[in-house]
Nanobody, 121 residues
Framework: VQLQASGGGLVQAGDSLRLSCAAS????????MGWFRQAPGKEREFVAI????????YYADSVKGRFTVSRDNAKNTVYLQMNSLKPEDTAIYYC???????????????WGQGTQVTVSS
């Protein structure tokens, strides 16, 4: 699976951004799609995940109620809508794919290249 993330940028606290991740190469709907982020000097952390059908979603406590993950299997694309952004959300955001559910970054084999999100206070 090849993944291409986009949509990052520089925003102010309280603003919104929508990240996209386009997939190719395999049957997209077979894969759980995860979003992770990595801030400077920190480990890559789980943000959100969505099941292949899109019916199940899970979030890190730090983003619950502010971020929404969704997917369009017809377009082979997964999205991360980020609202009420905070400076602590600043990180490189990565999309990832796995055939089964996991919140552990090291268990993922497929990764996008990352997109930078910077939130100023």
């Amino acid at each position: 699976v090849q993944l291409q993330a986009s949509g990052g940028g520089l925003v102010q606290a309280g603003d919104s951004l929508r990240l996209s991740c386009a997939a190719s190469g395999r049957t997209f709907s077979n894969y759980y799609m995860g979003w992770f982020r990595q801030a400077p000097g920190k480990e890559r952390e789980f943000v959100a995940i969505i099941s292949g059908s899109g019916t199940s979603t899970y979030y890190a406590d730090s983003v619950k109620g502010r971020f929404t993950v969704s997917r369009d299997n017809a377009k082979n694309t997964v999205y991360l809508q980020m609202n009420s952004l905070k400076p602590e959300d600043t990180a490189i955001y990565y999309c990832s794919a796995r055939l089964t559910y996991s919140e552990v970054a090291t268990q993922y084999n497929y990764w996008g290249q990352g997109t930078q999100v910077t939130v100023s206070s």
